[in-house]
């Protein structure tokens, strides 16, 4: 006999009304997280998935959604493709998820995609940057990005450098796969159309987590650049500061470089700490000191008491941002159905920590831009932070088409 006729049964023969819920009802919503949790990686995946486990909590505490508790179910992608592709096939089939958030690398997410479409299931990015994501050859109903994209990313570098008009000839450096070469792709389309008197003079691609850069440094500084651009995220940046310092590396491109891949990330400038190039311009999405629009403060001082963390991490944010689409998508679709929450979402527009952010129709791709700023040593702080006076919180709007 079902929960519900039982429920009546004994509510009658007690002579009582009782409302009773089915089992169903009292199901959590399940999100399936593929992350990095381990490795070099882990000081960002863990903060990208705290983000999204405190966001969970809001809504919980405020009482679910469409009646229903949020669960989120993490596992570790390791931050290869294979394994996220692995165990976000785990979580459907195994963990019977209803949605997928997560991944972290430009070759991790479009491989979970195509998991996600083989099972019309709703994926959202929060993280990889790739365009090839949700380009018109592998965009599909239920795949939706709340990060930047390579094309936004390498467009706003060009902004930004097209300023300094004492530099006339640029290098570039980053990793050797799709986000890399993408990004620099992008960057210099855009510079040679802002700035047809700036060289392009060396391009270095050293593998993804090389562990030697000092030939790649050293031939770079070999074709005297006036400026470099660097598209090398997380721990592979701070693997070049360090072999570059020994070099003179930065006093010979008179620290003029702009540090792209969340090189400004509190991760990063914490992890690097004395050893942060200082006056480099760096990217991130976020900042515990910035003064951003209205309830930004409020949601750092949540991320604060939520982690324990005074100086919390810089990429929470996206975590929270991606499990915002999703709720407010639900809430629109009235239903957990894939296909009606996959619909919802195109056009839709949220109010985030960072300010309004609506997902387009068109690629499935949210305007989600980053804070560029100069780095300095603030006597607050045992890392250095991007100058506050600095910041600039560039539109990506006039950059996405």
């Known amino acids: 006999m079902a929960k519900f006729a039982i429920c009546r049964l004994v509510a009658a023969s007690i002579g009582v009304l009782v409302l009773c819920a089915t089992g169903h009802a009292q199901e959590p919503i399940r999100v399936g997280f593929p992350i990095v949790m381990s490795g070099a990686g882990a000081q960002f995946g863990v903060p990208v998935l705290k983000g999204a486990q405190m966001y969970a909590e809001e809504v919980n505490k405020s009482g679910g959604i469409l009646g229903r508790k949020i669960e ?22 195994r963990e019977r998820v209803n949605f997928l958030v997560g991944t972290f690398t430009s070759a991790e997410g479009p491989a979970v995609s195509e998991i996600a479409k083989e099972n019309k299931i709703v994926f959202i990015a929060p993280v990889p940057a790739t365009d090839r994501l949700t380009a018109p050859d592998s965009l599909h109903p ?30 570039t450096i980053a990793p050797d796969y799709a986000y890399g070469q993408d990004t620099v792709k992008s960057f210099v389309e855009r510079i040679k159309l802002l700035r047809p008197d700036i060289e392009i003079v060396d391009q270095q691609w050293p593998k993804l987590s090389e562990p030697d850069y000092t030939p790649f440094l050293t031939a770079q500084l070999a074709r005297k650049p ?23 590396y930065f006093e010979s491109i008179k620290f003029k470089m ?18 942060y190039p200082l006056g480099i311009w760096g990217n991130t999405y ?14 750092i001082e949540r991320l ?14 996206q975590g929270y941002i991606a499990m915002q689409f999703l709720v407010e998508a639900i809430k629109k679709a009235k239903t957990i159905d894939s296909e009606k929450v996959a619909a919802a979402m195109l056009g839709l527009t949220i109010a985030s920590p ?10 499935h791709q949210a305007n989600r831009g ?3 700023g100069i780095a300095i040593k603030d006597a607050g702080y045992s890392f250095a932070i991007l100058d506050p006076k600095s910041i600039l919180s560039i539109d990506p709007a006039k950059l996405m088409d």
Not at 258 to 275: F, K, N, P, Q
Not at 287 to 297: E, I, L, T, V
């Open 304 to 317: 604060q008491a939520f982690t324990g963390e005074k100086d919390p991490s810089s990429w929470p944010i």
């Open 286 to 299: 976020d900042a515990f000191y910035w003064d951003g629009p209205p309830g930004h403060r409020a949601y």
């Open 72 to 93: 989120i179910v993490p596992r570790d992608t390791k931050l290869r493709p294979d394994e996220a592709v692995r165990v976000a096939r785990e979580l459907i089939t």
């Open 258 to 275: 702009l540090a792209l891949g969340e090189a400004g990330s509190v991760e990063t400038m914490r992890a690097l700490g004395s050893d």
């Open 142 to 171: 239920f795949v939706f990005r709340v990060a930047k994209n390579t094309t936004t990313e390498g467009r706003a570098a060009a902004e930004i450098l097209s300023k300094w008009q004492d530099v006339k000839r640029v290098a």
């Open 226 to 248: 006036d400026a470099v651009v660097s598209v090398l995220c997380c721990g592979n940046f701070d693997t070049l500061v360090k072999q570059g310092k020994p070099l003179g």
């Open 370 to 372: 980053q804070l560029y």
């Open 354 to 363: 960072v300010g309004p952010l609506t997902m387009r129709e068109k690629d």
